[in-house]
């Protein structure tokens, strides 16, 4: 039974406690939380809007660079003469006025070399048959058709990573050789991955053979690489830069490895084009958030205790004075009308029932310390007279009823007396 009954016990400062701290913290957390969530998808949407527009503003300045480095080489093409040594000229003069292309080669009907110039000076071999199984020669050879080239290296005029331009040169229906400009693709990206780096963004260019022809220095390709599957992926999900592109979030393409928001769309020379920003991103504004948000709840915990002592001390000091009372009836005073001035006014009516009951406690105190004493008195006068009875009837016990003297008893008690007082006289 004493173990039910203290199941049952409960205190009100953990209940004030938990009420109010699930009243001022709760709605607290749960606003943050969705402040928070409210702040990731703004910031998620901004980035997605930021990443579209980036990634299909380069993709079609890169295509519009190299269409006007083409363009270039095909009305060099046209109005090239037959003459080497003129051409030359010609080739030197347009490598001046396009300081992107790094070299140029003349090639023959056969795909030999009959002219190159490089824009550095250097001498450039006359390589034989170099467009022979070509992609650009075929088309220039069958098509008639200028081309955008791959990425490639050709090692024989230097280590540089380039892309190149091609156009036909035609007499007519004839075909007589064509023109190849090699584009650095350091030149060609520079500025598209100077603006992703100021947002902190990466940069991937893949050709259509599944080859990296671009990488910035975030992720872990290199230059000529084959992108395998991720480049596989970004090609299933690019789309064209006349729509909005699809953001996926991808792993393996950052060197730390972790995931990043990545939008891609396919360029017009059939080359993929790959904006990366790391979801890390995404988390580095919200820590300041959060922590703005932490500080906001600790700063409610703390009002919250705070408010909570001083509650509970006006309570308790309350609670004593109303304890203070109840004692002070017990040995018969009063309340003290100063302290019951302070209390809260939701014991007032407490405090008025207590003084009440004190009252009639009093009143019923003071009934019984009447009755007592009247008992009391009536009790001592009774014993006095039965003091007064007692004497009297000692008295005649000890009287001879016929003398008045002394009978035996009375003579035998007083001699006692006399006897045992050290002080008497004796009798003879």
Request: charged share 20%; aromatic share 6%.
């Amino acid at each position: 039974m004493a173990a039910a009954v203290d199941n049952k016990v409960w205190s009100l400062r953990r209940r004030l406690a938990l009420g109010l701290a699930m009243a001022a913290l709760l709605p607290a957390i749960l606003f943050s939380v969705a402040l928070l969530v409210s702040q990731w998808r703004r910031d998620h949407q901004n980035l997605s809007d930021s990443l579209d527009a980036s990634v299909r503003l380069n993709a079609g300045l890169i295509d519009d660079f190299l269409e006007s480095q083409q363009a270039a080489v095909r009305l060099l093409a046209e109005s090239i003469a037959d003459n080497p040594d003129t051409g030359g000229v010609r080739l030197a003069n347009v490598l001046k006025a396009y300081p992107a292309m790094i070299r140029i080669l003349w090639v023959d009907a056969k795909g030999s070399v009959v002219v190159a110039q490089d824009a550095r000076g250097r001498q450039m071999l006359q390589i034989p048959h170099i467009g022979e199984g070509e992609a650009w020669f075929i088309a220039a050879r069958t098509r008639y058709q200028p081309f955008i080239t791959n990425v490639y290296r050709r090692i024989a005029y230097g280590d540089e990573v380039v892309v190149g331009v091609s156009a036909p040169i035609l007499r007519g229906s004839e075909f007589k050789g064509a023109l190849l400009a090699a584009i650095p693709v350091e030149s060609l990206m520079r500025q598209s991955a100077e603006s992703a780096a100021r947002s902190q963004w990466e940069l991937l260019l893949v050709d259509r053979e599944n080859r990296v022809t671009f990488v910035s220095r975030g992720l872990r390709f290199h230059a000529l690489e084959n992108a395998g599957t991720v480049g596989a992926s970004l090609a299933r999900v690019a789309t064209a830069m006349d729509q909005p592109a699809r953001e996926v979030e991808l792993t393996g393409l950052l060197k730390s490895g972790a995931s990043a928001y990545v939008k891609a769309v396919r360029m017009r020379n059939g080359w993929v084009l790959a904006l990366v920003a790391p979801r890390q991103q995404m988390l580095a504004p919200l820590l300041p958030r959060i922590l703005l948000l932490l500080g906001l709840l600790t700063v409610t915990m703390l009002c919250v205790v705070g408010m909570l002592g001083l509650q509970w001390r006006t309570l308790k000091r309350s609670i004593d004075a109303l304890l203070q009372g109840l004692r002070g009836y017990v040995l018969g005073g009063r309340m003290d009308a100063r302290k019951m001035g302070r209390l809260p006014g939701e014991l007032e009516p407490l405090a008025q029932g207590i003084e009440e009951l004190g009252a009639r406690m009093n009143a019923a105190y003071a009934q019984v310390q009447q009755v007592l004493g009247e008992r009391e008195q009536v009790i001592a006068e009774r014993t006095e007279s039965l003091n007064l009875a007692v004497t009297v009837l000692s008295l005649q016990s000890r009287t001879d009823a016929l003398t008045g003297t002394l009978n035996y008893r009375g003579f035998r008690e007083a001699c006692d007396r006399v006897w045992a007082d050290p002080d008497s006289q004796p009798l003879a």
